[in-house]
């Protein structure tokens, strides 16, 4: 069974704008993280935000934040003020348990981004 | 931080060959973790190899296509046997840092099989 969703294959944004990428996510654990990660078309994987199960405020990073609602079981990654170099695949991750060295990262299908001039 | 290499960045292989994939990190980590990304798709995890055991394979992938060896603790090989066109992929090494938000990504291999 799929555990996570992207429901947005394709998204478009005007320059400056925010915009909001879905993700829900499916684990009976009580421990587990959740990750973005941005896909240029140079096909590297960079690393935007992580939130675990039990943190209690919204992770931020820059321009990147990230809406948890636990019982929604939802991880939505919010861009603001969207710029051109923001064009790319986004990929929602969840490690479930925390032993990050131990445990795998499984990804969801991903939205394409694109940022309108 | 963990840096990851790999080797070949890209490469063109014949139908029926087999290829190599080499992966070296930095530094030392207890599992190293190899994905599938096929065109257009998102990443796929194989399997995950933890020195001096055997790879532990996810559903929908086995040793005899994709074997595995995981010599030390900062290197490691992933090898496409006796490839097909179904094959062509992107393929990424993986490690994880000590802390829960850390998962670190090599520059991945860009397979084609004709």
């Known amino acids: 069974a799929q555990k996570i969703t992207q429901t947005q294959p394709g998204m478009f944004v005007q320059e400056k704008e925010a915009v909001t990428l879905d993700c829900t996510y499916d684990t009976s654990d009580q421990s587990y993280g959740l990750f973005w990660y941005k896909q240029p078309s140079s096909g590297e994987m960079i690393f935007l935000i992580y939130?675990?199960?039990?943190?209690?405020q919204n992770a931020t990073e820059g321009r990147y934040s990230l809406n948890f609602q636990k019982a929604r079981k939802s991880a939505n990654l919010v861009i603001s003020a969207s710029q051109l170099g923001d064009s790319a695949m986004y990929f929602c991750?969840?490690?479930?348990?925390?032993?990050?060295?131990?445990?795998?990262?499984?990804f969801g299908p991903g939205t394409s981004l694109s940022v309108i001039p | 931080s963990a840096v990851i290499s790999q080797k070949p960045s890209r490469d063109i292989c014949q139908r029926g060959t087999s290829l190599t994939i080499q992966c070296q990190v930095d530094s030392q980590v207890t599992m190293m973790f190899w994905y599938r990304q096929q065109p257009g798709q998102s990443l796929t995890l194989i399997a995950t190899?933890?020195?001096?055991?055997?790879?532990?394979?996810e559903s929908g992938f086995v040793i005899d296509k994709f074997p595995i060896s995981r010599p030390n603790l900062t290197f490691s090989t992933l090898t496409v046997s006796n490839m097909s066109p179904e094959d062509s992929s992107i393929y990424l090494c993986?490690?994880?840092?000590?802390?829960?938000?850390?998962?670190?990504f090599g520059p991945g291999t860009r397979l084609t099989v004709t």
């Open positions: 190899a933890n020195q001096g055991s055997e790879a532990t394979y």
């Open positions: 993986s490690v994880a840092g000590t802390l829960s938000y850390e998962q670190y």
């Open positions: 939130q675990g199960s039990y943190d209690e």
């Open positions: 991750a969840m490690r479930e348990g925390m032993r990050a060295s131990y445990d795998k990262v499984i």
